[in-house]
Antibody, heavy 126, light 108 residues
Framework: EVLLAESGGGLVQPGGSLRLSCAAS????????MSWVRQAPGKGLEWVAH????????YYVDSVKGRFTISRDNAKNSLYLQMNSLRVEDSAVYYC???????????????????WGQGTLVTVSS | SYELTQPPSVSVSPGQTARIPCSGD??????AYWYQQKPGRAPVLVLY???KRPSGIPERFSGSSSGTTVTLTVSEVQAEDEADYHC???????????FGGGTKLTVL
């Protein structure tokens, strides 16, 4: 059974930092892209970042570039999100998600999420 | 910037068919994906590559695509289908992931 368990959320002041972790089990972690997706209270989903199987490539939504860093440790089956210079608008439930790629002749690869963790809540407030 | 647009809400009676559209300029060239999310729960993938169902998803869930609009159809709607449904796709490069704003399906 695929399981993803996030941890590390909490209350932090604007400008502060937080590191989220995601422990994966039930599949060969190093064979998959992995992603972070967030959801502000009462709002829709927003993709944050994803990382290649060996960590050699990563992509971010514009609003977090330069502030957040996605990383992984395949030996520990773990995914991380280092969040610096946090803003009130970063407040959300952060989900870890196993990521698959689809190839389309017209536009190349796109990515989607077949398993999700239960999420960890990050609140940025003074 | 590129966006995906969904109606905020759709309502149907049990046993009827619900159709949830999602529109976006890149959809003719990009696959769409759909997630079901019940209150307080993580999203669940219900359709991928426009029309394919993951294992365990009922046949009542189907997808279609026409031009810049993709549609999730839930046939013979049941009370348990009441949830938020989110469409997802990519920008023209494929590297950025985009979600629609979500549609709340209410079973009357």
């Amino acid at each position: 059974e695929v399981l993803l368990a996030e941890s590390g959320g909490g209350l932090v002041q604007p400008g502060g930092s937080l590191r989220l972790s995601c422990a994966a089990s039930g599949f060969t972690f190093s064979s998959y892209w992995m992603s972070w997706v967030r959801q502000a209270p009462g709002k829709g989903l927003e993709w944050v970042a994803h990382i290649y199987k060996d960590g050699s490539e990563n992509y971010y939504v514009d609003s977090v570039k330069g502030r957040f860093t996605i990383s992984r440790d395949n030996a520990k089956n773990s995914l991380y999100l280092q969040m610096n210079s946090l803003r009130v608008e970063d407040s959300a439930v952060y989900y870890c998600a196993r990521t698959l790629g689809s190839y389309n002749d017209a536009s190349g690869y796109s990515y989607y999420f077949d398993y999700w963790g239960q999420g960890t809540l990050v609140t940025v407030s003074s | 910037s590129y966006e995906l647009t969904q109606p905020p809400s759709v309502s149907v009676s049990p046993g009827q068919t619900a159709r949830i559209p999602c529109s976006g300029d890149a959809l003719p060239n990009q696959y769409a994906y759909w997630y079901q999310q019940k209150p307080g729960r993580a999203p669940v993938l219900v359709l991928y590559k426009d029309t394919k169902r993951p294992s365990g998803i009922p046949e009542r869930f189907s997808g279609s695509s026409s031009g810049t609009t993709v549609t999730l159809t839930v046939s013979e709607v049941q009370a348990e289908d009441e949830a938020d449904y989110h469409c997802q796709s990519a920008d023209s490069s494929g590297n950025d992931v985009l979600f629609g704003g979500g549609t709340k399906l209410t079973v009357l």
